[in-house]
């Protein structure tokens, strides 16, 4: 398959430039009340929205909180930009635990809205009691799309919102919701930027070890198992001496202005080998970007970059491409919503390799669930 002029005026082939993002580790460190609630009752949670009910146990926000360069990012953009939050009215959306929201007042915050649908938000008022904040934060228990604010607007949205492949889960759109009903028209949103890239790897151990392995499993054909193995991306830590091409951006989003329908997207790529090697898999990753502090500040969660809670996405392929330095694969990804469940992601995945050693052209489908 070959790109059109308009998508190859579009694609990237040398490394992206990468912004350095730096965070402090000789900062003030992160403190959380582990406060012990009664209030939280494990026999009134049900299955009916597993996203929500996910988000009740402490474990899933410990795992976060301990990402440091996901907190300390926050921290970072909130504690050296004052100026953003003194005497500002904030709302956290998705605010869990409250540590967001927690950062934003001690930077000087007028009032902060902590919104959380899920039961932890009743910690999360005993977490603002316990450090001194109730007369800054309010701990609002909802979903945004159905819950009244005090105030008819606000100045800041800060949230963390990303999910794995940055867009599962698919919290985006609540932002932009939020966004649209009551920030100012001068406000901010933080993050403001996001970015999804592509690379390929060579991984033929792990792909026997969870793809192939079912064609034989103790001298039984088991192959239909292949079949929906190799659908699911795995999100996993990438080593990156594994990477055999450049990194091409898929997509940019600017938070402040896009539309919600922006997050479902068709983007070509091309990615050149930097080596002789085989391919076994696509794998993507994101950067996010806070462009309106003082200082630009951000973090990847690239192979190169350091680790975070949220790895990278290994998409496997049904070939293994035998590729020689300087040779392409090119194809697109589109992007989408699952129509049945939003929160879901659909991703169809063209490439083609026309090389000295390989030729192949397919197309597959992933479902992150």
């Not at 998508?7 to 040398?14: G, K, R």
């Not at 605010?95 to 959380?116: D, N, P, Q």
């Not at 949220?310 to 194809?331: A, F």
């Amino acid at each position: 398959m070959q790109p059109t002029d308009a998508e190859t005026s579009t694609m990237n082939d040398a490394r992206p430039t990468k912004i350095r993002f730096e965070y402090d580790d000789d900062d003030e460190t992160i403190e959380e009340v582990a406060a012990r609630s009664s209030n939280i009752d494990e026999n009134s949670s049900t299955s009916a929205d597993y996203y929500f009910d996910s988000y009740s146990h402490f474990g899933i926000h410990e795992e976060m909180l301990k990402d440091v360069v996901r907190t300390k990012t926050y921290q970072n953009v909130i504690y050296k930009n004052t100026f953003l939050f003194k005497d500002k009215i904030v709302l956290d959306v998705g605010a869990g635990t409250g540590i967001l929201s927690l950062f934003c007042a001690r930077a000087g915050a007028k009032h902060v809205y902590a919104v959380e649908c899920s039961q932890i938000a009743d910690m999360a008022k005993e977490i603002v009691k316990a450090n001194g904040y109730s007369n800054v934060i309010t701990v609002l228990k909802g979903k945004i799309e159905e819950i009244d604010l005090p105030v008819p607007q606000v100045d800041v949205i800060i949230s963390e919102w990303m999910g794995y492949f940055l867009l599962y889960e698919n919290m985006l759109n609540t932002v932009l919701y939020a966004r649209d009903k009551w920030l100012v028209s001068n406000g901010i949103v933080l993050p403001d930027n996001a970015s999804l890239y592509l690379t390929a790897i060579e991984d033929a151990e792990y792909k026997e070890d969870k793809i192939e392995f079912w064609n034989n499993v103790y001298g039984f054909d088991m192959s239909c198992i292949r079949k929906q193995s190799i659908m699911e991306p795995l999100v996993d830590t990438v080593d990156q001496n594994q990477i055999v091409t450049n990194c091409q951006l898929l997509k940019t989003m600017d938070i402040s202005k896009m539309t919600p329908g922006d997050a479902s997207f068709t983007a070509p790529f091309k990615l050149v080998a930097e080596r002789d090697d085989y391919i076994h898999a696509l794998v993507a990753y994101f950067d996010v970007s806070f462009t309106v502090c003082h200082k630009l500040t951000g973090f990847s969660t690239g192979p190169r970059s350091r680790n975070t809670h949220w790895k990278q996405t290994v998409l496997y392929l049904e070939d293994v491409l035998t590729i020689c330095q300087g040779e392409s694969i090119i194809g697109n990804m589109n992007v989408t919503q699952n129509k049945k469940n939003p929160r879901d992601v659909d991703i169809t995945l063209k490439y083609s390799l026309n090389g000295r050693r390989c030729v192949v052209s397919r197309t597959q489908q992933y479902k992150m669930r």
